[in-house]
Every structure is written in C-alpha cells, then in structure tokens.
C-alpha cells in the first residue's frame, strides 16, 4: 500500500485521457473541424463561381426551409420508410438463421452456416449490388423464365429503377451485419435458463419470448444499429438500382456537392439527416424500453384474466417432454429449409458475378448466352493454364509432404486441408503470374491489377491506424473514465452516424487547406517513402469509421474483463508501461484482431470517401467501378472482383486459422469478426 | 426513312454507304471485331514504325504524323467507355512509351470538383471537360496551358472544331471530339410517329411515363424543352427560365423513370423503352441490344428536332499535371489519323479531322451506323452550342428539383 503511494507520488498520473490522445488529436484534425467546416456551409448560399462554391455575405438559414420544402422533404420520408423498413426485414429474415445456427446445428455445421453468411461479403459490395441488374432485368434470362411460366406479364420483370430493387438489394447488402450479432448473443446465452424456462413448463414459444429473446436484446440492438446507420446514408445502392424513383437521401446530398454545386443545400440536409437518424433512435430506443414496462403493468391484468378463463391453468402443462417430437421435427425442419434459402439468397449475386467474368459479350449485366475466358486475359489458354496447375499442384503435394514430415512438431488447428487449397491457389496464381505475366495485358491495361494493389494498401495502412487509434482509445474508456469520456464517446457516435458523402466533402475540401502546412502538407501532397499523398489521404480517410468501429469494440472487450488482473501487475510493481505490455495488451488482443478484420473489410469496400479524396495514383478498385458504373461497366470488373475475392478469402482464411490455433471456437470466431 | 436517305446522300462516302446497312452490323458483331483488334495489336508489337496500324492502314493525303515519345505514368480522367482500350493499352505503351491509368466521371461538376479537391495535386495529367465548361476551369485555375509546340499534329484538325467560343485561341484546349444529343424509342411500345423533341416528350407523358430516361446533366434536360418549344437553348429570358421549371418540375419530372447519361447497356436489360442519349453511346445500344438477345431492329434512333445540341470534349492538361510532356504526346498522338479513326470506330463520335469521309472510307470501310456518327450539313445547320451564361447556374436548380419531384 504504502508503496503503490510512494509510486504515485514518483510519477505524476498522467491526464486519464492520455491514452486517448491519439484519437483526440486525429478525430480533431480530420474529423471535427473539417465537418464543422461543412456545418458552417450550410448557412452560406450557393456561389458557383467560387472554387469552394459558398458565399457567406449574407449568412442565413434558407438552406434548412429548403430542405423542408416538398419537393426534397418526401426523399427524407421515403430514405427513412426504406431503412426502417429494411432494418425490420432484416431482423425477420436473420433472426431464424442466426437462431438456427446458435441451437440446433452442431458445431461443425455452425461454423459453414456463419462462414457462408461472412464469405459473399469478400465480393466487392459495389458488384454485387451491381449483379443484382442481373436477374432483375426485364429482357434477362431470369424474367423470360417468369414470363414463360406466366408469373409476370409480357413486360418482365419491372421492378429495376424502383424504390423495390433498392429496398431488395439494401436488405441484401445489410443482411450478414445483422445475422452475425443476433447469432453471437444467441451464442451468449446461458442453456441452463432456457433449460429451466422449459422444466419449469413453459412451451417453446414462450421460452423464446420470455428468456430467449430478451436475452438477445444487445444483439438485436447491436443489429439494429449496424445496418439502420449505415442504410440511411447508403449512396451506391440507390444510385445503381433506383433511377429517378429510388433515389434516398445519400444520393440527394452526394448530387448537391457533387452535381448542383449547391454546397448550402447538401450541408443542411446533411445535418438534418444526421439529426433524423438519431431520433428515430432515440425514438425505437423508448418503444423497445417503454414495451416490457407497459407489459409488465399489465401483468397483473393478465394473470387474472387467465385465472378467469381456465379452471385448471396447471393440467395443461403437465408434462412438457410429452410434446410431440414430431414437432420438434418439423420446427427443425423449417428453420434449416429457411436458412439455406437466406444463404442461397446471400450467394445470387456472387454466384452471378462469377459467371459473367466468363460472359461473351461486351458488358457485365448483359448476359450474351455464350461463355468465353476472353476477359481472363491468357489463363485459361492451354500452356498457361497447364503451368498454373501443375504449379498448383506441387505446391500441395510439397505441404502434404511438409506437415507428413513436420506433424510432431507443428500443430495446426483443424481444416488443414481446407485452407491448403485456397492459399495454394492464390500462390500458384501469384507465383505463375510473376514468371509468365498472364494478366500482364488483362489488369494493366484495364487497371484493375493497379487498383487491387492500392486497394490492398489502403486498407491495410487504414486498419493499422485504425486498430492503434481504436486500442489505445478503447482501454483508456474502459479504464480510465471520467468526463472527458462522455465528450469522446459522442464524437465517435457522431463519426458513426454522420453520412459518409459528408465526411467526404469535409475532407476533400480540408486536405487543399492544410497542404501549406509543413510537415503535414508534405504528407498529403509528396507522399513519403513508396506512398503517394493520395495514399496517404485515403489512409485519413478510411480510418475514421473504422477505428471509431474498433474503438467500440476494445471498449466492450475490455469492460468485460476484471481489472484486477492490471491492479495485481501494479501491485507487484509492474510499471504502467509494462502492465499494459503484459497484461492489458494480450487482454485486448483478440477484440484488436477482430476490430482489425472487421476495418479491413470495411476499408477494402469503401467508396464514397475514397472516390472523393483518392488521386490519380491512388484509384482504388470500388473507385475505379464507380467511375465505370457511370456508363458501361465491362465483364473484366466480374474478372477484378473474382480476383479480389481470392485473395481476401485466403488473406483471411489465415487469420482464422491463427484464431483456430488459439483454441477459439466458431462462436468465438463469428464474436471476434463482428466484435461481439 | 426518309431521314435516313438524307443522311446517306450528304455524309457517307461511296463505299461506306454499302455498309451501313444495320443488319450487316449486328450479324458482324462488335465483340469478335474487338477482339480481333486486340490481337492484333498484341501481335503488332514488333514492328512499331509506323504510325497506329501497322504500314499498309496509311490514309493518304497529306497528313502530319509525328510521333514524339515520351515515358512515365500518364493519368487521364475522363468520361465512361471514351477510348478505345486498345489505344489506352497496348498502343500507347509500344508508341508513346507511356503507362496510362485511365479514371472516369459522370458529369463535368463532378470533375470539377475533384479537380478543386485536389488543389494542383490531383495527379491527374488529361482532363477531357466539355467547351463551355473550360473558362470556369481556367478561372478557377483547374487546367494550363498547353505548349502548342508539342502538338504539331494538330494541323490536321479541321478548322471548324478549332478557335471556340470558350477558347478562342486553343490556348487551354483542343477538340476530342463532338457529338449531338437526341433520343431512341422501341417501337414496339410506341407505335406512332417520332421527329421531334416535341415527340419525345408527349410519349414520355403518355404511353411511355415511367419508361423513360433522360440524360443527368441539366442543359440538356432543360435544351429539350427550349428545342421543342423552338426557342435556343441560348435564350436568358427569365420567362422562359420560369416556363421551362414549372413544366419540367410540375407537368414532366413524374414521368421520368431514370436519369442515365447512358442509357445503351439499361436499354439492353430492357430497363427503358424510350431514352434521351447521345449519338455514340445511343449507336453503341444497337449492339448491346442484340448481345442480350433482343431485336434490335425494334429501336429507332431520332436525331433531336427542329434542333439540338453540338457540343464538343475537348483534351485539357490539368494544372499541376505531374507528367504534363506525356500529356501532350498523348494529345498530340490522338490527331494522327490512323489513330484518330480507330477511336472513332469505338466511340462512335466525330473526332473532327479534315477530308472526314475520305478518311472513313479509307480507314474504316467498313463502319456500320455511319450515319449516327456523321451528320449532314442540314442537320448541323440545326445545332446550337451551349453559351457560358448565368442560366446554366439556373439550369443546375431546375435539374435539381426535377430529381427530387421524380421520386416523389
């Protein structure tokens, strides 16, 4: 005691935010004040003759009247009916897979159930809500099979263009960010109380209204604000599948920076969206905390009511375990024939993007009723194909020889072989690549080889800040809380909440200011070392949700965990320094992991900031196909998102195995990817 | 039909004119002559001598073919689909020696922007803005000047698309190409018929409402109705400005099912039965609609009427261009004619060289559609350029709100 005292005394506590300093600095410069920049546009009016096209003679706040005009009041109204809408699909749809996943499968099972919910997101999101033109086009294949078996009429299918082909693709693109937390807190559920809940009489359905869900309500939460956040400001689905009638208010605000040039009028609708996601929050925050509070009033009502009706309210329950297996059996049933139609719903447009990289013809969308590797460049040709295969094959043969001789000594987590065969692919590929260059006439010329390579680049250089931000932030909340943690929590709420095509224009417009900065500008204009400033801009730019979604996640993790464990280090006179080292960081590791997995991912599909921030140097693939999604988009983007796909599948496949070697099960998987 | 002959007696050079049957174009197939092209190319790589193809392909005549290489990476930001892959690829890399990396925009704000974004550190090198949006550019300190005497071959332009309003001494720009706007229906779905803008926009009101799409960019959407009322698009009267909203918000936005600078692939899908394009990417639907199995004989191409629009893209070297000597190359490459009409025949666009037909005959004898790419000189008679006035500024608000009532 007395020497902890002394200790304190030698070394003057730092500020309990210094951790968090980091974050406070970066979400400073990048995010606070480029936003409030944008803020304050909304008070100007419209001057296009300006390079920031605001004139702020005559302040005023006509830019919000306007907004509350008819004519762009009714997007709002149909953006938010389309996200609540999706939000509550989402929860329909996910809720009996994630459930089926958590209690009735075994665990092998589990883990193909959540591995093919994760796996359609390694498909660039662009194309597959692009592919999505596929089968809903009205002279496609798939509305001429309809109109043969007289289920639409001689028109097609006529829903491309519509508020219903965005409301189709959103719930798609949202539906793995809500199965993932629903199954993790399904997962998290004590058996023993649903166990009790039925020795105790209760039926199935009451188990699961009464323990079951309730138990699950963080999860629903956490579904909820996954997808409802980010489909409010959803830009790309929109712009790719609802034409004039679809149109939702990200498309609105993107087309007054980008198109209208009237900066006024964005900015306010911005902060108006901003505004109406959090009260529709706050709003479903008090019916899901007013509901159990009215039902419980009720209670009484109810019980007497009940007394009323049945004499004998005892006899029925007799004996539960009497209930007929049968339908146990056919409860089972439907819920595995539900659960393969969500999954074969989620792999439609990935299925679709594979067959038409090998399309015929000269768009994507367009099937032409002929196969052709033309767009594959020389691999499928005889000798380039035979090499990479036989390369392919030696490669394997080597590690089944390599872990023959090794197996005492190396010991792998399971599914040795299962991901031998993506990895070996990958390294085949590569390897083949580099010694005959097969795609030298393919990626080069179209770009995509250079724009998977930045891709890979900028996502990573994001996550790493993203996860040094995000860890350092997340245990200085969790550990060293005070008042200055309310004020950082609400920022990283507000990064979360605010539409990314605003935090788009805040940067693209920051970054030319502070480029006379010293050392700063230099970054951003220069580069250092092999990276462009472009890079260095998408870096700033990728990182802001992503470490604001990392921070969130170290701040559960660790909240979790007992802090006497660091308590103890310190005790046994551990500097600070070194009790974080030992103990804090290993604590920690895995929600890093996960938060690192999740950015990658993130980063990987960002489009909107990057598209407005990246430089010629810098193009990154979901850049580069919203550029080409603008007009015709080729079959070679099927080939680039095939490509992308292969080596962030195999990218991640060792990740889980480092997380298998860690003993972790796939709940523990499917926890730390959505960082549960 | 009797359009059509009218086009083929003024434009189209003997032998092209045997040619432009559509059917032959589309039993042809643009993709196998692509492809063709592409090995070609690849093959070609040895003999590198000449100017684009390869010896025997010279046009004859008098033309200047310098070719002045360079080395580096060059960026270009420019439109969708507006360069033959061929020439970005391969081409450049064996006879300019340059690497291109290609971006592309919608719309010439949201170029503008960027460019603004990047304050002079874009890393762009080319930028392809159209006419009238070049003194804003040069205003605002986005694009340089360029150095003529890197562009020797721009002799070879025809004088007609040099000297323009917006830059009246090619001193910032120099023509990509021009084109014109007007629109393409299905036949099958509208029946009567279709001359004018007039035309276009009842059965957009009527038996095509909600099947219908029109180009995204505001002067062109607002020209329709100036051309159809037969005032100039040009015209400031701020009546008419008055007129033209109140029409397009209230009376025309609901009918609108997308807004689509292009259409061609959508069509295909069978996304629209009418859409307002223009002339290459509308010429480029014919193909793609019989790539997806359609009839593309169902689709009627109709020039704008009484008049429409000329505009221009022009090459640009953005300010602060980190390879600004490739860039000219570039530019100045694009003018030999071998070149020229190779992209020509991908994009389906006027490049705007002199002796335009002797050229096409000799080059490219057997383009299809010819008479969607060259227009007559009464149909150009009929073209109006867009000015720079402050009604374009106004034009953007009237887009503005006709976006957000068409999804009401």
């Known amino acids: 005691m007395t020497a902890e005292i002394a200790m304190a005394r030698r070394r003057p506590r730092a500020p309990k935010f210094a951790l968090a300093l980091p974050s406070i600095v970066w979400y400073t410069a990048f995010f606070i004040v480029p936003i409030a920049l944008v803020v304050v546009y909304s008070f100007g009016a419209k001057d296009s003759s300006k390079l920031v096209p605001v004139d702020f003679s005559n302040p005023s706040t006509s830019s919000y009247g306007e907004v509350f005009d008819e004519t762009f009041f009714q997007v709002f109204r149909s953006t938010v009916r389309i996200a609540i809408t999706a939000t509550l699909l989402c929860l329909l749809i996910g809720l009996p897979v994630a459930y089926f996943a958590a209690f009735k499968v075994s665990e092998k099972w589990r883990a193909i159930v959540l591995a093919a919910v994760v796996v359609p997101s390694f498909t660039s999101f662009l194309i597959r809500t692009v592919a999505w033109r596929i089968p809903l086009a009205p002279n496609g294949m798939f509305s001429k099979w309809l109109q043969d078996i007289g289920l639409v009429g001689d028109k097609g299918i006529q829903i491309l263009e519509t508020a219903g082909a965005v409301q189709l693709a959103i719930v798609y693109n949202y539906l793995g960010f809500m199965i993932l937390p629903l199954y993790v807190a399904f997962d998290r559920i004590d058996i023993r109380l649903r166990e009790a809940s039925k020795d105790l009489g209760a039926g199935r359905f009451s188990t699961f209204f009464s323990v079951t869900l309730p138990l699950a309500g963080p999860g629903i939460a956490a579904g909820v604000l996954l997808t409802f956040i980010p489909m409010c400001g959803d830009y790309v689905t929109a712009t790719v599948l609802g034409g004039a009638k679809g149109n939702m208010i990200g498309a609105m605000i993107a087309s007054q920076f980008n198109q209208a040039q009237n900066w006024p009028l964005g900015s306010a609708m911005a902060v108006l969206m901003i505004a109406a996601v959090l009260l529709t929050l706050v709003v479903g925050a008090a019916i899901v905390w007013l509901v159990p509070r009215v039902l419980a009033l009720a209670e009484p009502v109810i019980q007497a009511w009940r007394r009323a009706q049945a004499g004998k309210p005892r006899q029925a329950r007799v004996a539960p375990s009497r209930r007929p297996a049968l339908a146990d059996a056919v409860l089972h049933r439907s819920l595995g024939v539900w659960t393969m139609l969500v999954l074969t719903f989620l792999f439609i447009p990935v299925g679709l993007v594979f067959l038409h990289s090998f399309n015929r013809g000269n768009s994507f969308t367009i099937w032409s009723y002929a196969v052709s590797t033309k767009w594959w460049g020389e691999l499928f040709d005889g000798a380039v194909f035979v090499q990479t295969a036989l390369l392919f094959a030696a490669i394997v043969v080597l590690a089944v020889v390599a872990r023959r001789l090794f197996k005492q000594r190396v010991q792998f987590g399971g599914g040795y072989t299962a991901w031998l065969v993506p990895t070996g692919l990958v390294l085949a590929l590569v390897v083949n690549g580099v010694l005959t260059s097969w795609y030298a006439n393919l990626f080069d010329f179209s770009g995509i080889g250079d724009a998977i390579r930045n891709s890979f680049v900028a996502a990573f250089g994001a996550t790493v800040v993203a996860v040094v931000l995000g860890g350092t932030a997340g245990v200085a909340l969790a550990r060293r809380p005070g008042a200055w943690s309310n004020a950082f929590m609400v920022v990283v709420f507000l990064i979360l909440v605010t539409p990314e095509i605003m935090e788009a224009i805040a940067l693209a417009t920051w970054f030319p200011r502070i480029q006379n900065v010293a050392a700063v500008g230099y970054v951003f204009t220069e580069g250092w070392g092999p990276f462009n400033g472009g890079m260095n801009k998408l870096w700033v730019g990728q990182s802001m949700y992503a470490s604001a979604v990392v921070t969130l996640i170290v701040r559960a993790r660790l909240s979790g965990l007992d802090e006497s464990l660091e308590e103890a280090a310190g005790d046994l006179g551990a500097p600070p320094a070194r009790a974080f080292r030992q103990i804090t960081l290993p604590l920690i590791a895995s929600a890093m992991i996960a938060g690192g997995l999740l950015s990658f991912a993130l980063c990987l599909d960002n489009a909107v900031v990057s598209s407005l921030i990246s430089e010629a140097g810098s193009t990154t693939f979901p850049v580069a196909l919203l550029g080409a999604t603008r007009s015709t988009i080729k079959p070679f983007w099927g080939v680039g998102a095939v490509s992308l796909f292969f080596v962030t599948m195999a990218s991640l496949w060792f990740l889980v195995v480092i997380l298998r070697r860690g003993g972790a099960s796939a709940g523990n998987i499917a926890a730390t990817i959505t960082g549960a | ?408």
């Open chain 2, 1 to 408: 039909m009797k359009n059509e002959k009218r086009q083929l007696r003024m434009l189209a050079p003997e032998g092209f004119r045997r040619s432009l049957s559509r059917r032959a174009f589309l039993q042809g197939g643009t993709a196998v002559a692509g492809f063709a092209l592409l090995a070609n190319a690849c093959g070609g790589d040895g003999d590198s001598g000449d100017a684009g193809s390869g010896g025997e392909g010279l046009a004859s005549g008098d033309w200047s073919r310098v070719i002045n290489k360079s080395s580096g990476t060059l960026a270009m930001y420019t439109w969708g689909d507006y360069n033959d892959p061929d020439i970005i690829g391969p081409l450049a890399e064996s006879e300019l020696g340059v690497k291109m990396k290609v971006d592309y925009y919608p719309s010439n704000e949201d170029l503008i922007i960027k460019l603004a974004a990047g304050a002079g550190n874009s890393g762009f090198d080319i930028v392809v803005p159209t006419g009238p949006y070049i003194p804003q550019m040069i205003e605002k300190g986005l694009i340089q000047k360029l150095d003529m005497s890197k562009i020797p071959n721009f002799v070879n332009l025809d004088s007609a698309y040099t000297s323009r309003d917006w830059d009246p001494n090619n001193e910032y720009s120099v023509c990509k190409n021009w084109g014109s706007t007007g629109y393409f229906y299905n036949k099958t779905k509208v029946t009567r018929k279709m001359e004018t803008w007039q035309d276009f926009i009842d059965a957009c009101m009527n038996e095509g409402s909600g099947d219908c799409a029109m180009v995204d960019t505001a002067p062109n959407l607002c020209g329709m109705w100036y051309w159809a009322n037969g005032y100039n698009w040009n015209d400031q009267d701020p009546a008419k400005l008055d007129a033209c909203e109140k029409f397009l918000v209230d009376e025309f936005a609901q009918h609108i099912k997308a807004f689509d600078s292009y259409p061609s692939t959508k069509l295909a899908e069978g996304a629209y039965s009418l859409a307002m394009g223009w002339n290459g990417d509308l010429r480029q639907a014919y193909s793609r609609i019989a790539d997806a199995g359609g009839n593309p004989d169902e689709w009627v191409w109709v020039l704008g009427a009484p008049a429409t629009e000329l505009w221009m893209d022009t090459y640009c070297v953005a300010t602060g261009a980190p390879n600004a000597d490739a860039a000219h190359a570039w530019i100045n490459w694009e003018f030999v004619p071998e070149i020229s009409i190779k992209d020509l025949q991908y994009h389906g666009y006027n490049t705007g060289l002199k002796n335009m037909d002797s050229l096409v005959a000799e080059l490219a004898p057997d383009l299809e559609l010819g008479e969607m790419i060259f227009f007559s000189s009464d149909q150009v008679a009929t073209f109006q350029t867009q000015e720079i006035t402050p009604s374009l500024d106004r034009m953007v608000d009237i887009m503005n709100k006709v976006k957000a009532k068409a999804g009401a």
